[in-house]
């Protein structure tokens, strides 16, 4: 048995969203020219990748698991301004605005868990009311401690360089950050028991809690995950631009879950990879920031990550279907 | 005779006040094809969920082995050895064949935290369970489960049981959505179940597969066991009787040809 054929790699979640990621930088190296693919374009869209995809693999995971969370748009401000005010604002040392910043993603994360682990509500709705009570309670507090909705914070050297900087001028220090939430998520998720219970929790909540699997325990550790890996990029984003802002985030919703879908995560649970979640949101960044490169109206980017967003749901079902009607050949 | 591995001393279950369960007592021993019949509603569902440690019995008692036992959840009734096998096999159409024969139980190798999951162990012991059972069309463990007949699923979900140790197999109508070919597949494989020392319970409400692998009938109605039997003391035609509560074949088919008489084959007025 060959494991490299053409077709097994075909079957595999990410094989769409690989395609789909060649297909776009082809797209842009044809209509952008090659400066699309030097130094500086590259930073351009892995920069925006980078932020999207420290969220995006949690986010995929528990969308894998069945649910979806959309808090994140609230969490990412939060985080900035948490770490804004503790340490901009009332000076204390960073390492307590990193906890403080974590801490709040975890307790965020845990709500949101709880509720849905609880009640027979959708996450969808769930995760809406904490969207809006963490973005009201993020503004309010602000206003009500700082008396503004824009914080400056100026980190000391040592976080900046781990935390929020840019690398060579042009790339943060985020990406590396990406790099290794990607290892270790593939690490986990696909070669581990962990991850198996993750899909099995997609797959059939009821059958994977009759199999032992700690169901409660595993969807709320992935909401406090995703949560705080907004509240994460947040606090980066904060401590690279020296400054936070209330109202940043709410676009991040949508972009993470494009991502999330491109990369070949089925909405419906117990199908996707992390290396697919990864391409997906390269894809993303590159048909967003691409678009710059090219001579086209900026306001056609949007209809393109729209047609992008509907191939890749359709090219992946295709993909899915095969996968499901794969048998070996008659020996 | 030997002890039941399972029984039930008139077991009551209500919710509220709505009685579901009236006074069941059944036995079944190892080797032997219990078959619980009945008509939609009759109970049947309550009473697995009951054994399977999903609901507590109101009243009466739960024995195993002759000593009487109590399930707080299912996983109680799980380490026992009860393992309930469900009408779609309970399975994860879009995980393989070896991470969903494994699911909650996966073998590993490595230490410490990186401990990683052993798809070749997995998939030879999955693979190799299931055509024990006799389903030789599987023989890779990385295919999707959701590429399985229905039959090869149900079979699948068997062998899974048995693998781990089940002692009391209930089987929830698993051939009530398969084709005559795929329901002859799962039938024989609760015949090997049997043969190897399983006791089984066999829900079903179609009387000619349970006739096919059952050693002892028990037919439910409004929560009774309304009749207790063996094999070969009842005929197909009174069992179906039984099931539909004493209306006999013969009126359904009176009432049939009435209406297509009267009212070009649908329901004339007054009976509807």
Not at chain 1, 5 to 14: A, K, Q
Not at chain 1, 284 to 309: E, H
Not at chain 2, 133 to 158: C, H, N
Request: aromatic share 8%; net charge positive.
């Amino acid at each position: 048995m060959t494991n490299l054929s053409i077709g097994n790699l075909l079957r595999r979640p990410e094989a769409g969203a690989f395609l789909g990621m060649l297909a776009v930088i082809l797209f842009f190296l044809v209509f952008g020219g090659v400066n699309f693919l030097k130094p500086a374009g590259i930073a351009s869209w892995l920069n925006v990748a980078a932020n999207i995809g420290i969220i995006a693999i949690p986010v995929g995971l528990l969308m894998i698991a069945g649910e979806l969370d959309i808090s994140i748009g609230s969490m990412i401000p939060a985080g900035s301004m948490i770490v804004a005010i503790l340490s901009g604002h009332y000076e204390l040392p960073m390492w307590i605005s990193i906890l403080a910043v974590l801490g709040f993603g975890a307790i965020i994360g845990t709500i949101n868990g709880l509720l849905v682990v609880r009640t027979a509500v959708p996450s969808l709705i769930v995760t809406l009311g904490t969207l809006f009570a963490v973005a009201g309670m993020v503004l309010g507090l602000s206003v009500l401690i700082t008396g503004t909705t824009s914080v400056a914070i100026k980190a000391p050297a040592l976080y900046k360089a781990i935390f929020g900087q840019f690398i060579g001028g042009t790339y943060q220090v985020l990406i590396l950050w990406w790099v290794a939430v990607s290892v270790v998520s593939v690490f986990y998720v696909h070669y581990t028991k962990y991850g198996n219970w993750i899909f099995a929790l997609g797959g059939d909540r009821e059958s994977a809690r009759n199999a032992g699997i700690p169901t409660t325990r595993v969807t709320i550790t992935l909401f406090i995950l995703s949560a705080c890996s907004a509240s994460f990029v947040g606090m980066c984003q904060a401590i690279l631009f020296n400054s936070a802002q209330v109202s940043a985030g709410m676009s991040y919703i949508f972009n993470v879950i494009i991502s999330v879908v491109v990369g070949g995560v089925v909405l419906t649970g117990g199908f996707g990879s992390v290396v697919g979640i990864v391409f997906g949101t390269i894809t993303f960044a590159v048909v967003n920031q691409g678009i710059y490169f090219t001579g086209f109206d900026r306001n056609w980017s949007s209809l393109i990550i729209g047609v992008m967003l509907l191939a890749a749901v359709l090219m992946n079902n295709t993909f899915r279907h095969m996968a499901l009607n794969y048998a070996p050949k008659k020996k | 005779m030997t002890t039941p591995v399972l029984e039930l001393r008139s077991v009551d279950k209500s919710f509220g006040p709505i009685d579901v369960l009236h006074k069941i007592s059944l036995k079944v021993r190892a080797g032997e094809v219990l078959c619980l019949l009945g008509d939609n509603g009759a109970g049947k569902s309550t009473l697995i969920k009951t054994l399977a440690g999903v609901h507590k019995p109101t009243r009466g008692q739960i024995l195993m082995d002759g000593k009487e036992v109590s399930f707080d959840r299912p996983r109680d009734a799980q380490d026992m050895g009860i393992a309930t096998v469900h009408q779609f096999g309970g399975t994860f159409p879009l995980m393989s064949i070896g991470r969903s024969f494994f699911v909650g139980a996966e073998p590993t190798k490595g230490w410490g935290p990186f401990k990683i999951y052993d798809r070749k162990k997995a998939n030879e012991i999955a693979v190799k369970a299931v055509q024990d059972f006799g389903i030789t069309r599987v023989d890779d463990g990385d295919r999707l489960i959701g590429g399985l007949s229905g039959g090869e699923r149900q079979s699948l979900a068997i062998a899974r049981a048995v693998h781990f140790g089940a002692r009391v197999l209930i089987l929830d109508e698993p051939t009530a959505a398969l084709g005559v070919k795929q329901a002859a597949h799962v039938l024989r494989i609760v015949k090997e179940a049997q043969r190897r020392g399983l006791a089984v319970i066999f829900i079903t409400h179609q009387v000619m597969h349970a006739m096919a692998v059952g050693d002892h009938f028990a037919v439910l109605i409004r929560g009774a066991v309304a009749a207790d039997f063996v094999k070969g003391q009842k005929s197909r035609e009174e069992i179906t009787d039984l099931m539909a509560g004493g209306e006999t074949m013969a009126d359904l088919e009176a009432q049939i040809s009435s209406d297509l008489a009267t009212a070009d084959g649908h329901p004339s007025p007054a009976t509807l």
